[in-house]
């Protein structure tokens, strides 16, 4: 069984070696990971091509720009798919989701076919968000579980592991969004199409390092694409 955790990247040359070297440390077999650059200005790139040239696990996709989150992972999914990977991970790279969760994530796909890494269900925390982030990220996982119809509880979570057969039946025409809204989407497509989604317990911590990459672009673009879904794909198609 291969394991491949995609971690899109744009100026994280402060966080970029320590998340891939604890990543790798993890009791999991054959996993490797796939580092997908919007052409940080910071390094981070060359970071990351100086580990890959002593690792094989390490893998680099360069990009010529910011082009986005959901379009990194989009590449990344069918980069995996082509290379018959079996679980496929979505991770951030600055420590807000933890490393060492990765063996629990790896235990709990066994009985489904997603897991999702949740901080509102019972022993989820948030670490170092100020309240009002708190507030607006809470009151936004609710409109879009009660919108979407989809029984999960962190619908914007950014941990993630899937098995292949989900992102297999992806149409990536349809995973349009760049941000919350992209998170949303795979929760919301692979819940319409029966696969089994589980929620874990996470501790997600604000990062320490780095600046980030939250905006009211990102914010917008998550409140309609869940109108959009809730309309469009919810009630009027099958």
């Known amino acids: 069984m291969k ?3 995609i971690i899109p990247t744009y100026n994280e040359s402060e966080n970029i070696k320590k998340i891939i070297k604890t990543v790798l440390k993890q009791p999991v077999k054959n996993l490797d990971i796939l580092v997908i650059d919007d052409n940080s200005q910071d390094g981070t790139a060359n970071i990351v091509k100086s580990l890959a040239k ?9 990009r ?8 990194a992972y989009k590449l990344g999914f ?3 798919l082509e290379r018959n990977y079996n679980f496929i991970f979505e991770m951030d790279a600055d420590f807000s989701h ?4 990765i063996p629990r994530f790896i235990e709990a796909i066994k009985s489904c076919d997603l897991v999702i890494g949740s901080r509102y269900i019972k022993g989820g925390r948030i670490l170092n968000w100020p309240s009002s982030r708190r507030i607006l990220s809470f009151l936004a996982n609710k409109f879009a579980k009660y919108l979407t119809g989809v029984p999960v509880n962190d619908m914007t979570a950014g941990y993630k592991c899937y098995r ?26 692979a819940y319409k199409n029966k696969f089994r989604i589980k929620e874990i ?11 980030s990459k939250m905006s009211r672009k990102i914010i917008y673009e998550a409140f309609f694409r869940v109108l959009k879904l809730a309309i469009f794909e919810r009630f009027f198609t099958s």
């Open 3 to 5: 394991c491949l955790v």
């Open 54 to 62: 002593n690792d094989k696990r390490v893998q680099l996709i360069e």
């Open 201 to 211: 317990p996470i501790t997600f911590q604000d990062r320490i390092e780095g600046s």
């Open 98 to 101: 933890n490393p060492e969760d």
């Open 164 to 189: 292949r057969c989900v992102v297999e039946k992806y149409d990536f025409n349809k995973l349009r969004a760049n941000g919350y809204g992209f998170q949303i989407e795979t929760v919301f497509f």
């Open 64 to 71: 010529p720009g910011k082009l986005g989150l959901g379009t």
């Open 78 to 80: 069918k980069y995996a």
